[in-house]
């Protein structure tokens, strides 16, 4: 069980072998928050309010694919169809 104030930083491997980085704080029986970020930002972005979220959350920041210590695209990403 994770203490309130505890921080997990860990890389998840999923199904389809692609990894993400996330973040964990909270207890794991606590309410599941996942926070999402937005486009060029990663799991960091929640940094500045890491501390202040409740302490019965069990909150969960990924980095999404392509961002932060994710695993990114094999082909670079493009705007061009």
């Known amino acids: 069980m994770l203490r309130p104030e505890f ?3 860990k890389t998840v491997t999923l199904a389809n072998g ?20 937005g486009i060029t930002d990663s799991r960091r ?4 309010i890491w501390e202040y ?3 019965d959350w ?4 990924i980095s999404q ?3 932060g ?3 990114k695209r ?5 705007t061009v169809d």
């Not at 692609?18 to 926070?35: S, T």
């Not at 972005?45 to 500045?48: N, R, T, V, Y």
């Not at 094999?74 to 493009?78: L, M, V």
């Open 18 to 37: 692609v990894r993400l980085e996330i973040a964990e704080k909270g207890l794991r029986g606590g309410m599941p928050v996942v926070m999402l970020h």
């Open 45 to 48: 972005s929640f940094d500045p």
């Open 58 to 61: 069990h909150a969960i920041a």
């Open 53 to 55: 979220l409740p302490s």
């Open 7 to 9: 921080t997990v930083v």
């Open 74 to 78: 094999p082909t670079q990403y493009s």
């Open 69 to 71: 210590e994710s695993d």
């Open 65 to 67: 694919r392509g961002h």
